[in-house]
């Protein structure tokens, strides 16, 4: 049978509204500002990483977001609602913390059904509810386990299930991987990715990790100081820093001061670097955008001299200093040219791309 067809919804050009809007969110702990006017947006679906150092208040951010904490000034909006009135646990809100905070004297089974049980869901639809957790984190078959008879990473799994159960708008996860090894935390935070688009959770996700976020992030807010420096895909975070500031906490750089006019900065390389800025400026070079060759081979070139070498699996790092004292980290393929040239050897760098270098203002 043919029904009607629905009306064709309005395609207008406006976006998606946000999940999460966080608008001008100050917070202060006696005297101290921790948040300065922070906003931020979370979009449908997305995992937005807040990233930067420690201290500058990430976890501050996360607790407002979850309602443990109320901002002294500015909103915060769930699906456009005024949340800041709303208690903790009416807030479709799920936190994740670096400790898993597991019950130890529960199974897992309990340890997972554990908010349902608060919530007074009954016994039948509980079960089913824990039974699906588990399997999304591939823990069926450990229901009744307790916490300590766990690896830490099926503990990080149970307290990710304990927290989708109860169907979150909104996943906040608070440094979960800390605790984990090295190569534990590169698995975990592959499958926590797919896991998260794979049930299409907004994700608010917390690292002062930079490996981490440019790993797990659709986009990423780089924070300093309770603000938000910069916010986009990793691709931007990574290729166009906004500052120096993210520049150098993103990816290694190398920094050199230098005189920009008629919208260019000429390096002693040579070649010149554009910008739209004029008089004194920091360019970003980034290791792996600088060719190294031994002086007697190059024509042209940076002049200098190695001081130290690294190897680093397949690539070589470089520390060479420069004949007007300034030093340079060069990182390059392993290859033949490049396996000849030793500490003490004369060198000559050049810029591979010029157009991937940023100047930014010398503060
Ligand atoms: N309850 C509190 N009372 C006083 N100062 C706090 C409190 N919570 C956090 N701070 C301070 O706020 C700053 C930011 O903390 P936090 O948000 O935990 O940073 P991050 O998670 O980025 O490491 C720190 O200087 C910290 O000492
Ligand atoms: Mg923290």
Redesign the pocket.
């Known amino acids: 049978m043919i029904t009607a067809a629905a009306p064709i919804p309005a395609t207008g050009t406006a976006e998606a509204a946000p999940v999460v809007a966080i608008r001008d969110a100050v917070k202060r702990?006696?005297g101290?500002t921790?948040l300065d006017r922070c906003s931020l947006v979370a979009q449908e679906g997305e995992i937005l990483t807040l990233l930067?150092s420690?201290?500058?208040?990430?976890?501050?951010?996360l607790r407002c977001i979850a309602g443990f904490l109320t901002p002294d000034e500015g909103e915060i909006l769930i699906d456009g609602r005024d949340t800041i009135p709303v208690p903790v646990n009416r807030r479709s809100v799920g936190v994740v913390f670096q400790s898993y905070a597991l019950f130890p004297h529960l199974t897992v089974a309990k340890n997972v059904g554990y908010g349902l049980r608060m919530r007074g869901v009954p016994a039948a639809e509980n079960g089913r509810r824990v039974a699906q957790a588990l399997q999304t984190v591939s823990l069926t078959g450990f229901e009744e386990r307790y916490p300590a008879q766990l690896s830490g990473g099926q503990q990080q799994r149970v307290a990710i299930a304990r927290v989708l159960v109860l169907e979150p708008r909104v996943l906040l996860l608070d440094e979960p991987f800390n605790a984990l090894d090295a190569k534990l935390r590169g698995t975990m935070q592959m499958e926590m990715r797919q896991l998260i688009k794979r049930l299409g959770i907004t994700a608010i996700f917390?690292t002062?990790d930079q490996e981490e976020a440019l790993t797990m992030s659709d986009r990423i807010a780089v924070?300093r100081a309770g603000r938000i420096e910069q916010l986009g895909t990793p691709e931007q975070i990574f290729d166009r820093p906004a500052s120096a500031y993210v520049a150098d906490f993103v990816g290694a750089s190398n920094f050199w001061d230098g005189i920009a006019s008629q919208g260019q900065v000429t390096l002693p390389d040579g070649q010149s670097v554009a910008t739209a800025l004029d008089g004194e400026v920091r360019v970003m070079l980034r290791p792996h955008n600088i060719l190294i060759e031994p002086a007697v081979e190059a024509e042209t070139g940076w002049r200098g001299s190695v001081r130290f070498r690294r190897h680093v699996g397949a690539l070589m790092e470089y520390e060479v200093e420069l004949a007007d004292g300034i030093s340079l980290r060069v990182v390059a393929l392993r290859d033949e040219t490049v396996a000849r040239i030793d500490v003490g050897d004369r060198v000559a760098l050049r810029l591979r791309d010029p157009a991937a270098c940023i100047a930014f203002p010398r503060a």
């Open positions: 702990f006696a101290l921790v930067g420690s201290g500058c208040g990430k976890t501050t951010l917390v002062h924070m």
